[in-house]
Every structure is written in C-alpha cells, then in structure tokens.
C-alpha cells in the first residue's frame, strides 16, 4: 500500500513539475475524470436503484431484483412470517398468504437460488427482526438441494449483504448498480410502458402478468427444448444434497427453535417428472425427497406438505407456463391445500407412500409424455 501511494506521489509530482500546457492538460484530464467519477456517484446515491440507504422518494418501490434488494427488504419491512423460496414461491399472493399463517408475511422469490441463498435471507431477517419473526414457509425445491453453494447468487451482490463498508465503492461504480438505475429512471420518465405489477406489494417478486401464456403447448415447448439440448432439471447430487442438509437447511431449523417452520414440497407439472425420467435422474430425485422428509420429521419445529402428488394440480395444464413454473391460480390452490392440512407428511409412512404414490404417477403418464413430445417434434 505505501509503495502504490508512492507512486500516486512521484506521479503528482512529475505533472506538477512538468511544463506549463503539459501540466495544464494533465489536471485538465484528471480533473474532468473525477468530476465524471464524483457525478456518476452523486447520482447512484440519490437514484439508489437498490435501496441500500432510503427507501424510494421520487418513484415507486420496485419490486425487482430480489438478490440486490433483498437486504432492505428485510431490514425496513415489518413482517412476522417469512415466505422464503426459488422461483417456486413467485406466485403468491401476499394477502392469501397471510390469510393462510395468519401473519404479516414478506415473500423473497429467489430465481434459481440455492439452499446457501436462503440462508443468507434467513440470517438478515432473524437479526432485523428478533423476537417478532415468528414463522417461516419454505418452499422446498427439490432441485435447488442439488445446487453448489458456490453458485449462490447473492454473491454477485456479496457488498450488499456486508456490515462493514469499506467496499462501499463496489456500490456506486457496479454494472449492476448503473443499469438498473437507468432501468428505474425510465420507468419514472414513462411509467405506461413498464411493468405495472412490479409495483404491487401484494404480488411481490412475482412473474405473473397480463399477457403470459398457460397450457400444455407451453409445457411441451419447454419439455421438448430441454430434451434437444440435454438440459435436464438439476440433477441428483448426492454429496451436494448432504451438504446442503447439513449447512444451510437444517441448522436454520434447529438453531432456532421458537420459530415455525411450514416446509412444502412445492407441485410441479408431472411432466418435470417425466422429464428427470428421460434423464434417469427421476429415481434418485424421488429418493431424496424421502430423505428430506424423514429428516424434517424429526424436528418438533417443522410442519411439511408434500403437494408434488396432488394430482388436481400438477396434472393440470392450465396452471403451469413450463414445467416447473405456475400461475397465481394454482398459487392459491397451494395455499388452500397447505392450510387444509390434508397433505401433511406426518410419519415415515407416509413419505414413503407419496414417494410410491409420485412413481406411479409418472409412470401412468410417461406413455402419453412420448407420444406427445415425438408428435411435437415431427411437426417441428
């Protein structure tokens, strides 16, 4: 550090000394260079397109980038149950959520996010708020147990999450930071043109809009994509599977006995299933699940629903946009699944019976999955 700040001296000294144009035009340069520094920065901290310092004062809160917003979020929000999740929790309505836990719920939707993602947001929200987070409802992605930690995606935005702010220039001269303030910008310039729900509290950190398309066509295309280019639902990851239990999961639950944790397998549509199918990877995935439930019935804490076997769900087209991802119908048909209580998971037995129930549900439509995948590619 002394040998650079030298350097930043005999440089200094060097244009000072230097010829009269030429020093003029070298403070010329660098003064222009810092004043374009000292403005660019100016205008992140009064735009603060993440709301790292105040809450919105000339534009509506924006509920966008969930990894970089997620800290203010859960630091200014009041809430007393945690909805917590990947792109699995998007469709929520924050109403019928509270409706469901009887609370003041937040959701946090972390698109592709990994167990390690979720304990951060956990971790945030148990230090903001205390005492007052009662209950959390985590919606237990069964592929994103499979995920490295390495791949958290709060990482892109780790000086968000920092106490100390001594990377705080990470902040006002980030990519990140700049494009979405511009994002922001425009979106107060001409409002009509941008994504209105994103504004909604009541949809938080959802996809859901006028305009998207549900139904079986869409569930194919997406199916039959994966198959062309051999991209399959994260597949089973025994080691990464442990260690995920092991780090991020279970010592949120066990450490933390006075909260309510109400853990979900979240439904996809049956042909996800059918897809790890295809890439034999379904065994291992169906396996696991048993896995996690068993060892979430040892805790006292912990309230699990198994919803991957409602068939009223997954096996209707109409809910879902691909394979995975459903509509705010089927939201709502979760949560009064979850709060009828009849798909509880309360033994052993009963883990290993959804587990049977799960094969034999993809294997009654697997036929019918060919048939329909090799129809569309023909056409295509």
């Given at each position: 550090m002394k040998a650079l700040l030298k350097k930043i001296q005999n440089i200094c000294?060097?244009?000072w000394n230097?010829?009269?144009?030429?020093r003029k035009w070298s403070i010329f340069v660098i003064s222009v260079s810092l004043g374009i520094m000292?403005?660019?920065a100016l205008l992140a901290f009064i735009v603060d397109p993440h709301y790292r310092y105040r809450k919105p004062f000339f534009y509506d809160t924006v509920y966008y980038e969930v990894y970089a917003t997620a800290p203010h979020f859960l630091k200014n929000e009041d809430y007393d149950t945690l909805m917590l999740g990947t792109s699995m929790v998007r469709n929520f309505f924050i109403n019928e959520i509270n409706d469901t836990f009887s609370g003041n719920a937040i959701k946090l939707a972390a698109a592709g996010g990994t167990p390690a993602d979720l304990?951060?947001?956990?971790?945030?929200a148990l230090e903001s708020r205390k005492d007052k987070l009662k209950q959390v409802v985590l919606s237990l992605d069964v592929y994103s147990l499979n995920k490295s930690s390495d791949e958290a995606h709060y990482k892109e935005f780790e000086y968000m999450y920092l106490p100390s702010l001594s990377e705080e220039y990470r902040y006002f001269f980030s990519r990140q930071t700049f494009s979405n303030m511009i994002y922001l910008l425009k979106r107060k310039m001409s409002p009509k043109r941008h994504r209105k729900y994103q504004t909604d509290r009541n949809r938080m950190f959802s996809n859901d809009y006028e305009g998207k398309k549900y139904g079986l066509t869409e569930v194919l295309l997406e199916a039959a994509a994966?198959?062309?280019?051999?991209?399959?639902?994260?597949p089973y990851d025994e080691k990464l599977y442990n260690l995920n239990m092991k780090e991020n999961i279970l010592p949120v639950i066990d450490n933390n006995p006075q909260i309510k944790f109400t853990v979900y397998f979240p439904p996809y549509h049956i042909y996800c299933w059918c897809l790890s199918e295809r890439f034999e990877q379904a065994d291992g995935l169906l396996k696991q699940r048993t896995m996690v439930a068993k060892e979430l019935l040892k805790?006292?804490?912990?309230v699990l629903h198994d919803l991957q076997s409602a068939r009223d769900i997954v096996c209707n087209d109409e809910y879902f946009n691909d394979t995975q991802h459903f509509s705010f119908a089927a939201g709502s048909a979760v949560l009064e699944k979850i709060k009828s209580g009849k798909y509880i998971v309360a033994a052993a037995a009963d883990a290993e019976k959804n587990e049977d129930s799960m094969r034999k549900l993809i294997k009654e439509y697997m036929p019918q999955y060919i048939r329909q995948i090799d129809e569309l590619k023909s056409r295509r």
């Open positions: 000294v060097r244009i230097s010829t009269t144009d030429c000292f403005s660019a304990k951060k947001f956990f971790d945030i994966n198959e062309f280019y051999g991209h399959t639902p994260t805790r006292k804490n912990v």
